[in-house]
């Protein structure tokens, strides 16, 4: 009696755990108590909801999912209209633990999301680009007003300025990429950021990559990538 008790208790444990999946996402988005969240995946150049996180009445949520290697995933917020540019969280997912959080009225600038070492990273890389991309956009502003009060020699220094950053990402990119070899992170950067960079690069980072990472999603990916061009 007792083995059968065990075995039956066993069942319930695993399949519970089936249930629940290899990756675990939790978190907040303030003001959202009714209401759903899609998580989608890219396939064929098509976002598909393979999760429906419901809300009714508590903002906080806890789901599951099973994923069979690191890829990057949507956090899709229903706001009932197609045009809306505030709907989707970008997230680097990975077998463990993952938080997200942020607010219904910026859902994407006030998105905070942590959890494994992918995500860390571009963490990381996304607050570098932000501060390059607000120094351009000074850049911009000043270039406007002194091009309206006649100051062209001002105005052409500060063009180019901008160009200069706009290198200094592209160079920053590459060599964050090279810098992590080891990370599924890399290739996606690679193929999203800097596709269109000299050759010579993008094939240095790809040999860079340890086997592992070749062998992943966006790796694979990447490959065929540099192989049609």
């Not at 600038?109 to 571009?122: F, H, P, R």
């Not at 890399?186 to 592992?212: F, G, M, Q, R």
Request: with cysteine; hydrophobic share 35%; net charge positive.
């Amino acid at each position: 009696m007792k083995k059968i008790i065990f075995l039956v208790l066993t069942t319930i444990f695993i399949s519970c755990n089936k249930e629940q999946g290899n990756l675990a996402i939790s978190g907040e988005i303030k003001g959202l108590s009714q209401g759903k969240l899609y998580i989608q995946k890219l396939e064929d150049s098509v976002l598909k909801p393979i999760k429906i996180i419901k809300f009714d009445g508590k903002s906080d949520f806890k789901t599951y999912l099973n994923i069979e290697e690191p890829e990057v995933l949507y956090l899709y917020l229903d706001r009932g209209t197609t045009n809306s540019l505030d709907d989707k969280i970008l997230f680097f997912a990975d077998k463990g633990k993952m938080t997200i959080t942020s607010d219904i009225n910026n859902f994407i600038s006030k998105a905070q999301v942590t959890g494994n070492e992918n995500q860390e990273l571009w963490n990381q890389y996304k607050e570098a680009m932000r501060k390059m991309n607000n120094k351009n956009l000074e850049y911009v502003e000043q270039q406007l007003k002194a091009a309206k009060d006649g100051k062209m020699v001002l105005a052409d220094s500060l063009q180019r300025l901008q160009e200069s950053i706009f290198r200094r990402k592209y160079q920053y990119t590459i060599q964050f990429c090279m810098s992590h070899p080891d990370k599924e992170l890399t290739p996606y950067l690679a193929l999203t950021e800097i596709h269109d960079a000299n050759k010579v690069y993008l094939d240095s980072i790809y040999s860079s990559l340890s086997e592992a990472v070749k062998q992943s999603k966006y790796g694979k990916l990447f490959g065929e990538y540099l192989k049609e061009n």
